[in-house]
Nanobody
Framework: QVQLVESGGGLVQAGGSLRLSCAAS????????MGWFRQAPGKERDFVAS??????????ADSVKGRFTISRDNAENTVTMYLQMNSLKPEDTAVYYC??????????????WGQGTQVTVSS
């Protein structure tokens, strides 16, 4: 059974930090690029960051560059991807989704998705 499960969301004050995790299992996700997307209320789902299958390349949205760091751990049965979020701003408030697929910023090329985790940043 394919599963991508996010965790680590919550409520934090502006300027604070959170670390999101995404545990992927049920396929050989070590061969897939992975990414983070987010969706704020009333808005479309936006690209946040992506990472290649081996972690050798990463790509960030301009809005999070320098504040967020994507990484991954390719264990044998479960791949875990992380998003370290520092200097959080109220505009970072959204549901954050992890995804697996091709290395890109387009949501359409990601075949597998998690259910999302809420991040709320208070001012």
């Amino acid at each position: 059974q394919v599963q991508l499960v996010e965790s680590g969301g919550g409520l934090v004050q502006a300027g604070g930090s959170l670390r999101l995790s995404c545990a992927a299992s049920g396929r050989t996700f070590s061969r897939y690029a992975m990414g983070w997307f987010r969706q704020a209320p009333g808005k479309e789902r936006d690209f946040v960051a992506s990472i290649t299958w081996n972690g050798g390349m990463t790509y960030y949205a301009d809005s999070v560059k320098g504040r967020f760091t994507i990484s991954r751990d390719n264990a044998e049965n479960t791949v875990t991807m992380y998003l370290q979020m520092n200097s959080l701003k109220p505009e970072d408030t959204a549901v954050y989704y992890c995804a697996a697929g091709n290395y890109a910023r387009n949501a359409e090329v990601y075949a597998y998705w998690g259910q999302g985790t809420q991040v709320t940043v208070s001012s």
